[in-house]
């Protein structure tokens, strides 16, 4: 956390709005706490609060803190006081302006009545490499009432901060009178047989009335005194290709041929071929330099490692800008194929066949082998092999879009098939299931099919209970839906004991068979009951004791 500015100005009598920033990171709440102290001005020169905390909520970037002046009747310079942080809380940390310089400016002189325009005389200048540059700074000669300041400072052009040996930003002081100051900036010396670079100089922030000239800006040249090498050499990747595996390193190697004499460098950026920044784990671009005599330096691009199933990916590494009269050789760029690690695995039916009885469901289980990177779907197809069943009628799916999809480290998924029953006798029926091509980059099993056989139920005749109660026998038989209750010869009982039956009947819910004997049963009869309208199936009961009270030859 900083002050937005290392110093500012405010009239005598008004407020001071003064910004404190929250840079390089804005997670939690964080505070700062501020105190006022006098410099030149006195503590009559201030009223309000002049400490305090300001506190920044998560997210929030930007506080300000206000500080009142007070206004009086005497003719004075200007004063100033200084605001400071300190205390930070939460984790942050304080930047460079950690103090800001206020000043006062003086509202009761008479005396600058006409302070003037400050402008810089020239719009260029030029310097040797280690050389200081003075630029000249005016006021409008016959406007100099009073002291008056103005802010200066230096921006990078094609220069950086190693080019200087001094300040790059300052504030020059006009005394009452005075029209003319110079700004002195000082240049490093170097080694480097480099181009010429400039720098800009700029003027802001004119203080005790006066204003902002014309010109207020001007660019500086520092022109280079340093003797090219004699051969300072080719450089060039040693190969045009490269590959590396997901997730691991690459290292290039650059050469210089054909010279090695002084120090020289070379730009390198990474472009994306079918590679994208997520691919990447750190920096792709850079400068590489070869000190005097060296001949190879190496390029590391690290790779990112991720689970998606996808084809091999490329990027491109080229060099530019070499520096100190080196040129680039036939090999400026290099291709590197980064290699995927993943595989979505092989897709196939856990079994060849499975079979299933009507009005029944079976699970059918399809397996992700091999490897499991990343999600995969994959869809079947049905073909009846074999009968005449009918989709959605006879058999369905759930689900029913007949499509399967797996999860990243999933190896098996699961679907119902479900026979319904249609009262038909028919025989059984196959339906075939086929896999389509799946998704994700996985492939197919060699059991790319299974046979479903749908096993035909035919009504038959299963006792399922028979109970005694004094004269009422009951016999319970299932599976009677298929028999027509009111055709002659749908159902023959016989008995071995010479018991005849006058009328066979099924009750109202198809699942209760009443007879009628025509001659009293005794204990132990054996009757067969038997269909002559499915397959010939019989069931008898024998060893069955049947209780009869002689009254009511008609029992159920």
């Known amino acids: 956390m900083a002050f937005s500015k290392a110093a500012v100005s405010v009239t005598e009598g008004e407020d001071i709005t003064l910004t404190v920033n929250r840079t390089n990171g804005a997670t939690g709440e964080v505070s700062v706490n501020y105190t006022v102290t006098a410099d030149t001005a006195s503590a009559s020169d201030v009223e309000g609060d002049t400490s305090g905390t300001i506190t920044f909520a998560s997210g929030e970037t930007t506080k300000s803190v206000t500080v009142s002046t007070v206004d009086d009747s005497t003719i004075e310079n200007d004063e100033t006081f200084t605001v400071t942080l300190s205390g930070v809380s939460g984790g942050a940390t304080l930047g460079t302006n950690k103090t800001i310089t206020v000043t006062i400016t003086d509202n009761d002189s008479t005396q600058n009545t006409s302070p003037g325009a400050i402008s810089l005389t020239s719009s260029s200048y030029s310097v040797a490499e280690g050389d200081d540059v003075a630029i000249s700074v005016e006021r409008t000669m016959d406007e100099t009432d009073g002291t008056v300041t103005v802010d200066y400072v230096v921006t ?18 006009f005394a009452d009178g005075e029209w003319d100051k110079i700004i002195t900036v000082s240049t490093a010396e170097d080694t480097d047989v480099e ?3 400039t720098f800009t100089v700029t003027i802001s ?3 005790g009335g006066a204003t902002l000239g014309t010109l207020t800006s001007t660019e500086i040249t520092v022109t280079n005194d340093d003797t090219a090498q004699s051969n300072p050499g080719t450089l060039a990747f040693s190969s045009g290709t490269a590959s590396v595996t997901e997730g691991s390193d690459v ?3 650059v050469n210089r041929t054909g010279g090695s004499d002084g120090s020289v460098a070379v730009d390198y950026a990474v472009t994306n071929g079918t590679t994208d920044s997520a691919d990447f784990d750190a920096s792709t671009s850079g400068t590489i330099t070869f000190a005097d005599t060296e001949t ?8 990112s490692a991720d689970s998606d199933v996808e084809s091999d990916e490329t990027f491109t590494v080229t060099l530019s800008n070499p520096t100190n009269s080196a040129s680039l050789g036939t090999i400026d760029s290099a291709v590197v194929t980064i290699n995927n690690d993943d595989n979505a695995g092989t897709i196939a039916f856990a079994a060849a066949s499975v079979s299933v009885n009507e009005g029944q469901s ?7 082998s091999v490897d499991s990177d990343g999600e995969v779907t994959v869809s079947y197809s049905d073909n009846v092999t074999l009968g005449t069943a009918i989709k959605d009628t006879d058999y369905s799916f759930t689900p029913s879009t007949q499509t399967l999809t ?3 480290g999933d190896i098996a998924e699961t679907f119902t098939f479900a026979a319904a029953t249609d009262g038909v006798t028919e025989g059984d029926e196959v339906v075939t299931l086929t896999l389509g091509t799946p998704s994700g980059g996985a492939s197919l099993g060699s059991q790319t099919t299974i046979e479903v056989t749908i096993v035909d139920v035919q009504s038959s005749f299963e006792l399922s209970t028979v109970t005694s109660d004094g004269a009422i026998v009951v016999a319970d038989f299932t599976d009677f839906v298929d028999l027509d209750s009111t055709s002659d010869g749908a159902i023959e009982v016989t008995s071995g004991s010479g018991i005849t039956v006058d009328e066979i009947q099924f009750g109202s819910d198809n699942s209760i068979l009443n007879i009628t004997f025509n001659t009293l049963p005794t204990v132990g009869v054996a009757i067969t009951f038997k269909s002559s309208v499915l397959s010939d199936e019989s069931v008898q009961l024998s060893t069955q004791t049947w209780a009869f009270d002689g009254t009511n030859w008609n029992k159920q």
């Open 251 to 253: 290292t290039l190697t």
């Open 205 to 207: 922030n004119p203080t």
């Open 362 to 368: 079976t699970t059918i289980t399809v397996n992700r």
């Open 406 to 408: 797996f999860a990243n």
């Open 195 to 197: 181009s010429d670079e």
């Open 296 to 303: 190879s330096k190496t390029i590391t691009i690290s790779t």
């Open 156 to 173: 990078n052009g094609t220069t950086d901060s190693s080019d200087f040996d001094g300040s790059t930003s300052g504030t020059i002081t």
